[in-house]
């Protein structure tokens, strides 16, 4: 599904827990390929690929028989290698992106900066600690696995909300919407953005 040129990259992780494949287009459009067992993230990967405008294919094997924690750790580890790997040294980039996201009676903000220093902030409180048979917590470990990997400074806001599936879907499509932005290359950028030089 992604792309043979420009910025793409291909991961794959397998441990005795998880055996994971993901190939990312970072300049797609939109389209996705997602089987990872765990059918709501599933779900909220494919958001993330399509409000990002990136073509995202993974395919995933956990021991999902134990809990969903091990499967969508290691999924967030993988994109956020692949984030890495496809931008390379960030040259040429906007590097921050942020995005605001309604979803009925929720509205999430999602602000990051690519600056190779990892960090979560997640302010985020959930009424439910199931969606379905998705542990809500997992939303955290996940955006904390792939912050960290993609050296990612992720500040995440639920402004207002009730239901948890609207508070995680809207985070997801405001995820993949600064990361667009983020990614973006900036016209007469030369290297990195950063007074330093360097990132």
Known sequence: MTEQNGRCAKVERATRETDIRLELALDGKGQALIQSGVGFM?????????????????????????????????????????????????AGICRYGHAYVPMDETLVRVCLDLSNRPYLHYQ??????????????????????????????????????????????????????????AVAPMPGLEGQFSSKGIL
């Open 42 to 90: 599933d779900h909220m990967l494919t958001l993330l690929a399509v409000h990002g405008f990136f073509n995202l294919t993974l395919h995933a094997k956990g021991d999902t028989h134990i809990d969903d924690h091990h499967t969508v750790e290691d999924m967030g580890i993988c994109l956020g290698r692949a984030f890495a790997k496809a931008l390379g040294d960030k």
């Open 124 to 181: 985020v409180q959930l009424r439910e600690e199931k969606i379905g048979n998705f542990d809500s917590c997992l939303a955290q470990e996940f955006l904390r696995a792939f912050s960290v990997h993609a050296g990612c400074t992720l500040h995440v806001d639920l402004l207002h909300g009730e239901n948890g599936h609207h508070i995680i879907e809207a985070i997801f499509k405001a995820l993949g919407q600064a990361l667009r932005l």
